[in-house]
Nanobody
Framework: QVQLVESGGGLVQAGGSLRLSCAAS????????MGWYRQVPGKEREMVAL???????NYANSVKGRFTISRDNAKNTVYLQMNSLKPEDTAVYYC????????WGQGTQVTVSS
């Protein structure tokens, strides 16, 4: 059974930082592309960042220079370090894994107050 469990969300003031974690089980983590999407109620889910099995990364323009995605294959965990947070970063953040099939976590709420 595949499980992706996010943690690290919460309430932070604008300019602050949070680190999200996503612990995976039931997949061959090192071969999976991992990433983060976010969603605001009433809007489409937005890609935030991804990291390939080889460590290449890609970011949404809105978070470049502020967010950093990384992975620890020994811990089957992907991270999203979020710095210089803005109120518009407020959303539910979802972790996903992709190899032959895509799996999603349950989401973690990030709220940035102005």
């Amino acid at each position: 059974q595949v499980q992706l469990v996010e943690s690290g969300g919460g309430l932070v003031q604008a300019g602050g930082s949070l680190r999200l974690s996503c612990a995976a089980s039931g997949i061959t983590f090192m071969f999976n592309m991992m990433g983060w999407y976010r969603q605001v109620p009433g809007k489409e889910r937005e890609m935030v960042a991804l990291i390939t099995s080889g460590g290449a990364t890609n970011y949404a323009n809105s978070v470049k220079g502020r967010f950093t995605i990384s992975r620890d294959n020994a811990k089957n965990t992907v991270y999203l370090q979020m710095n210089s947070l803005k109120p518009e970063d407020t959303a539910v953040y979802y972790c996903y894994s992709l190899q032959s099939q895509m799996y999603w976590g349950q989401g973690t709420q990030v709220t940035v107050s102005s």
